[in-house]
């Protein structure tokens, strides 16, 4: 058999595609073809010819063998771009020529969408892998269909199909034409449990994704039955069991059963609950660093208590940290659980192995396209050549999340061993970077202010420094407030911070009063302790009364300037300043007012929040307010500066001003009421909030406030209940909220709508 003939035959069974099966030798030897004095590529358009030099191995003044050119055909078909591949031997100019004849695929010039009704094509476009004019890839195109039946199955199209057609435009071109069948989206007419004696039907239903159709699943999404979350909510329902003691919990293979009319979807889930199961003894075994008390006291989990799957997770994650925080960064904590024979109990081993001791090398950060890498690191708590602590890296984790820079589900840190290395622990940050600029505009109607409008343009991460830069106006036909605000979180990339602001103000909305405003303020912060900082703030205000309406109110006491310092000391332990989940909030200040100026005080303010996940994204807020302000040297203290409260900020079951101490005057010889305020102020609100649908960033909240503003001696209670809908919008948070009063005279007048932006607390 001659070397042509060699050629000719791997040619025939590249094209064929047959690799398992290509043999250019019929007893499998190697075979020496000629020696190549150069190579040419011939049928090429579209593909570069050095992409193809490139990816062989055959080169000019090599000896080309059997086993080489089967390389060669083989990497050139895997470059996806051809169908058909062929090779030859000829004499060119004397020269010993290896020819590479190629037939290229077509290009997809077009990418078309049939029968989709419910989903436009532009998001059916963002689903798939290939585009118009590249090359044809009949591989992905499959694996597109794939991605286009998931993103079906996501929007509720259980029933849905889709298949692709490629029509030939000329021997170089092809449309791509995906045929689909949406059929109706599927329901979840009911879900039925079996088995079930410890939980009723409803708490088991609550923990699924798979939501039963109601009258809000318009708004909120759920009642579409999709393959993937169901099949999560069978392993929620396991851990929900096990969380309870229920060791031995075993789900059936649902029953779903779909309608005659395929609209409609029944669910049935069987249960085996088995016994409720607790903790009969607890014990370590293997390579133990502390003693047994010391880890005792480390775990949630204790002798007797009823087992959960839960809490033994986190008794791991602490006990692991345990180690870590000595350096033993490969630490591993195995449980072992072994049920007590004939008695409804467990003995629960931990088993420790604490591997070498290791260091943190390299920390580099990824994906922040905006931020400097200095924002995310100066709020690590480890460093580079540090000995490992596994407490600090998660810390670390927490504080660049409560940045509120960046998406939480994408910050991942990654702890890498380089080569040869295996005591050395490179971290690598992956952010990915979120909206933190706001421009917001919103239009409202209270019966206090009447209509309003109130803009604000917000960057908490000016320059991708970190700095908070906030602008905002508000006109309303009581009111005009325009102020400018800057903050440098670490001045010249110290601990301190810096920052001010100036502000003008014109207030029509109280009863009493109408007012102008304008002042500044400077203010310095540094951190005394972890999550605890403390600031000092110099105020400059002026103030002018342009109209008095209660008779009460003296122009010589409430009009010049007031400047004074204020001394604030700050604990915050939120998981998102911007939208936080768990954690809790402190500040108390203190402000006195009298360093020049007219006007003179002593003010103490003191504030708690608080947030608890109640279960997965039902999340429970409250806040509690208490101020107090007192004379200086029996001075009066100005009406502007008294406490009273209503409105969307506080209680929001009554009107601005509505709650606080009053009077009655006869004014042009009618009486009118009016607020007084009040030297001293307190109220709580509680909140539930849960999304109403995550795709579009709704969250509905039901609430109470309560809270009392006047004095100390004679405090009077007033209460509210509502609801409210808040859309976390591109733009910031709008609030639609519904506040009915329990208390006082307002009780009969009916709710009262508030429209702000802008999270509550």
Do not use: C
């Amino acid at each position: 058999m001659t070397p042509k003939n060699w050629i000719l035959k791997a040619a025939l069974l590249i094209t064929m595609w047959v690799p398992s099966v290509i043999a250019l030798d019929d007893l499998g030897k190697r075979v020496d073809l000629f020696k190549i004095d150069t190579i040419e590529i011939r049928g090429l358009k579209k593909v570069e010819k050095e992409a193809i030099l490139e990816r062989i191995l055959s080169k000019p003044d090599m000896v080309l063998d059997n086993y080489l050119l089967k390389k060669d055909l083989e990497k050139i078909y895997s470059m996806k771009y051809f169908d058909q591949v062929e090779a030859h031997d000829e004499k060119i100019n004397g020269k010993n020529a290896l020819v590479f004849v190629v037939k290229e695929k077509p290009i997809v010039t077009k990418i078309e969408y049939l029968g989709n009704d419910g989903i436009s094509d532009d998001d059916l476009k963002g689903q798939i892998k290939t585009k118009a004019f590249t090359i044809l890839d009949t591989n992905q195109i499959k694996a597109d269909v794939a991605l286009l039946l998931k993103h079906y199955e996501d929007k509720g199209y259980y029933l849905a199909s889709v298949d692709y057609e490629l029509k030939k435009v000329n021997d170089e071109n092809v449309t791509l034409q995906f045929n689909i069948k949406e059929f109706d989206k599927v329901k979840v007419k009911k879900v039925n449990f079996l088995g079930n004696l410890a939980f009723k039907d409803e708490e088991l239903k609550s923990i699924l994704q798979t939501q039963e159709d109601s009258l809000f699943s318009f708004f909120s999404g759920s009642g579409n039955f999709k393959e993937l979350n169901f099949q999560s909510d069978i392993e929620r329902l396991k851990y929900f069991y096990r969380m309870k003691g229920y060791l031995q919990i075993n789900v059936g293979v649902p029953e779903i059963t779909v309608s005659e009319d395929k609209k409609w979807v029944f669910i049935t889930i069987k249960l085996t609950e088995g016994p409720e199961f607790s903790v009969n003894k607890i014990s370590f075994q293997g390579e133990l660093l502390f003693s047994d008390p010391e880890m005792r006291e480390k775990l949630n989990l204790k002798e007797d208590d009823t087992y959960s799957e839960e809490s033994l997770r986190k008794d791991i994650q602490k006990l692991t940290e345990m180690y870590q925080d000595e350096g033993y960064a490969f630490a591993n904590v195995i449980r072992n659980l072994n049920i007590v024979p004939g008695e409804n109990k467990v003995d629960v081993e931990f088993s420790f192995e604490k591997g070498k001791i290791a260091s943190f090398g390299k920390v580099t950060v990824k994906g922040n396209n905006k931020s400097r890498d200095k924002v995310v690191r100066r709020e690590l708590l480890i460093k580079e050549g540090q000995r490992y602590h596994g407490t600090n890296l998660r810390l670390s984790k927490e504080n660049v999340q409560r940045l509120g820079f960046f998406e939480p589900e994408s910050i991942i840190f990654n702890t890498i061993s380089p080569k040869d290395k295996d005591d050395v622990l490179d971290v690598e940050i992956s952010v990915k970077e979120k909206n933190t600029g706001q421009v917001s505009a919103g239009a409202g109607y209270s019966t206090a202010t009447g209509g309003f409008f109130q803009a604000s343009v917000a960057q908490s991460n000016f320059r991708g420094l970190g700095q908070n830069l906030s602008f905002s106006v508000n006109i309303s036909e009581s009111s005009k407030t325009f102020s400018i605000d800057f903050t440098e979180p670490y001045f010249l990339d110290t601990k301190w911070s810096l920052g001010g602001g100036v502000f003008t103000s014109e207030n029509e909305s109280s009863d009493s009063f109408s007012e102008k405003k304008k002042g500044l303020n400077v203010r310095v912060g540094y951190p005394i302790f972890q999550y605890t900082n403390i600031f000092t703030t110099y105020k400059l205000e002026d103030t002018k009364i342009t109209k008095a309406d209660d008779p009460t109110v003296i122009l010589e006491l409430e009009n010049g300037l007031a400047s004074g310092v204020q001394v604030s000391l700050v604990h915050d332990r939120r998981d998102d300043r911007s939208d936080p989940r768990k954690g809790f909030f402190f500040s108390y200040s203190t402000e006195y007012t009298g360093l020049g100026g007219e006007k003179k005080w002593i003010k103490n303010e003191g504030e708690a929040r608080a947030y608890y996940p109640v279960w997965e994204d039902l999340i429970f807020r409250s806040r509690y307010f208490a101020g107090r302000i007192d004379e200086v040297n029996g001075q009066r203290i100005p009406r502007t500066e008294l406490y009273s409260l209503g409105g969307a900020r506080n209680l929001r079951g009554y009107s601005y001003e509505g709650v606080g101490p009053t009077i009655t005057k006869d004014v042009d010889g009618k009486p009118r009421v009016f607020n007084t305020g009040g030297q001293f102020s307190t109220f709580a609100n509680f909140e539930f909030q849960h999304p109403l649908s995550r795709e579009a960033g709704l969250k509905w909240v039901l609430f109470f406030d309560a809270g009392h503003s006047g004095d100390t001696n004679n405090v009077k209670i007033y209460s509210d209940y509502g609801f409210g809908f808040r859309w976390f919008s591109p733009i910031g948070v709008l609030r639609f909220e519904f506040g009915y009063p329990l208390t006082g005279g307002a009780k009969n007048e009916g709710s009262q709508f508030h429209f702000d932006i802008g999270q509550l607390f």
